[in-house]
T-cell receptor
Framework: AQKVTQAQTEISVVEKEDVTLDCVYE???????LFWYKQPPSGELVFLIR??????QNEISGRYSWNFQKSTSSFNFTITASQVVDSAVYFC?????????????FGKGITLSVRP | NAGVMQNPRHLVRRRGQEARLRCSPM?????VYWYRQLPEEGLKFMVY????????ESGMPKERFSAEFPKEGPSILRIQQVVRGDSAAYFC??????????FGQGTRLTVV
């Protein structure tokens, strides 16, 4: 069975602070995908990143960076110099790579509030 | 290219009515996944379909819920005799192969 744990439920920061959102996962698969999504107050799901378990390189995209640590089964997400527009719920998710059924298993989400 | 399209965006139904939610996958995609987001909760997988076939419905309630993805036209998630507990956001994702990473904007169902 696959499982994603986002232990933080709510985080509040002041604008320009850096913030890290934690994600820990469990899977018996040797290959898998990891995802992060943003859900702003408007409700849509915005895809942020997909990472294959083969690729352990950390990734940076603008103010966003991701730290994938296979040894600790973690895929943490850092926002540098946070902005009010970053206020949203952030979901981490896991899926199989092999087989036809690649449904996503989501964590419960982290509500991030960025205050001006 | 149009993304995954869901309609309606908002749907209000009285208890006991039927709700039909539509999902048009991205062009060329033959795999559709439906997820439900109950208030204050994360997203939970409901059903995975390929054209004309249900592959995995392990997350779908056994009663009142059904899904289809016909050869032509959108995928439909049908909820019969809706109850207040069905109020949620329903999302679909599509893919050509592998996980559907991109989601539609969702349908917010409110049962009154």
């Amino acid at each position: 069975a696959q499982k994603v744990t986002q232990a933080q439920t709510e985080i509040s920061v002041v604008e320009k602070e850096d913030v890290t959102l934690d994600c820990v996962y469990e899977t018996r698969d040797t290959t898998y995908y990891l995802f992060w999504y943003k859900q702003p107050p408007s409700g849509e799901l915005v895809f942020l990143i997909r990472r294959n378990s083969f690729d352990e390189q950390n990734e940076i995209s603008g103010r966003y960076s991701w730290n994938f640590q296979k040894s600790t089964s973690s895929f943490n997400f850092t926002i540098t110099a946070s902005q009010v527009v970053d206020s949203a719920v952030y979901f981490c998710a896991l899926s199989r790579v092999t087989g036809a059924n690649s449904k996503l298993t989501f964590g419960k989400g982290i509500t991030l509030s960025v205050r001006p | 290219n149009a993304g995954v399209m869901q309609n309606p965006r908002h749907l209000v139904r009285r208890r006991g009515q039927e709700a039909r939610l539509r999902c048009s996958p991205m062009k060329g995609h033959s795999h559709v996944y439906w997820y439900r987001q109950l208030p204050e909760e994360g997203l939970k997988f409901m059903v995975y379909l390929q054209k004309e076939n249900i592959i995995d419905e392990s997350g779908m309630p056994k009663e009142r819920f059904s899904a289809e993805f016909p050869k032509e036209g959108p995928s439909i998630l049908r909820i019969q005799q809706v109850v207040r507990g069905d109020s949620a956001a329903y999302f679909c994702a599509s893919s050509q192969t592998g996980p559907g990473a991109f989601f539609g904007q969702g349908t917010r169902l409110t049962v009154v």
